[in-house]
């Protein structure tokens, strides 16, 4: 048997060995950790210092080229109405459309848009009206592709649109400026909504007139605010409201990546103490930006989760009542977008360009500026992003 004195010797030996081994593997494992977080900081910086320069597909460039043919003549008729009818005054008098005027401007949506698309064309339709001092009214087929039932558009979910359809409206590309104005005028084609927007262009501050226009459009009728008081979708000023974009728009752009929401995020919250409302159609992108932005609290509609990515063409089969309740979900995340003390989104996207027109409160955008009209009339364009002077 061993004495007492061999045994302390023998476990001195041992608890020796083990700190030994523990130093070494420590030292290993906090040089791999500093590693780690060298990688991240590279890969954050990289992404930092890169233009926000989105890249584009084949798609959205036929699409640029489709717009320049079209902002070339749409732009000469802007120029001459507002050398007509003086845009700059008229849309400047606290600008809403003439319900006494014998002329009617009428709104119709037939290319089964986007619901930020539809309605970035409606106000420009609003602004054709109110330059030319027309009553303004927007009209819908039998189906709609965001409607509730038979000849149900608009009037859903706002207040102050009708349902009617007239036959006897030129479209708009039809009509030359030089002649009297027609007793109807349409807006439908993407060139007619191109002459509508340019008239936007035509002015100084069109940010500022675009506002008042699509909040004049945007008034919830009792059942659409109702509806949207049940999500469950609380955050407390002041708080960050985020728009991620992802499904059917990486046929058109790249998507940003998530690390950039967050450094933007944390350029205008270095605490980290803002609650942060995400509204994304794809809800796989939500447990890497809750690890990435705790401790902040992050708030969600109840189903972004199980969310997979919005398709413009899926969302088109479902007519009728079938879309009302995801109507009312994209209203709602609207509304907490527009009311959030900040907003970060991307203008490829025409609804974070849509929620930019609602708000009165900064935006930031991770890609494009924005102009007047629609996503794809600013896609080569850049917006500042790549440092935190950009969000303070």
Known sequence: MCSLRTRIRLCSKGAHRT?????THIRALVLHCILFIACILIFV???????????????????????????????????????????????????????LSPTLIQYVETKYNGFGAQFLRMVDALALATVLSARFEVGTRKYWNYGCAAWRGWACYFDGHSNSMRSDCIELEDWAVTTAVPPCLRVTTDKSAARAAAILRQIDRPLDISRLLARQLWVLNKRTSFDVAQLDQTAQLPYIGLHIRRGDKKSEVTPVHAIKYVYAVDCIDPYRKLDIYIATDDGSVLPSL???????????????????????????????????HVVTALIGDIEALRHATYFIGTFSSNLSRLVHLLRRNASFSLDNRWAPGVAWRTFETTSCSTSCSCFV
């Open 19 to 23: 700190l030994l081994y523990l130093r």
């Open 45 to 99: 910086t990289s992404l930092r210092i890169q233009a926000s320069h989105v890249q584009l597909t084949p798609r959205a460039l036929a699409a640029i080229e489709v717009s320049r043919r079209y902002d070339a003549d749409a732009d000469q008729i802007g120029a001459q109405l507002c050398t007509l009818y003086n845009c700059s005054t008229t849309l400047r008098q606290q600008p809403q459309s003439n319900p």
């Open 290 to 324: 809750r690890a990435l932005l705790a401790p902040r609290r992050v708030i969600t509609q109840p189903d972004a989760p199980a969310r997979h990515g919005h398709s413009q063409l899926r969302s088109n089969q479902n007519y009728l009542k079938r879309n009302r």
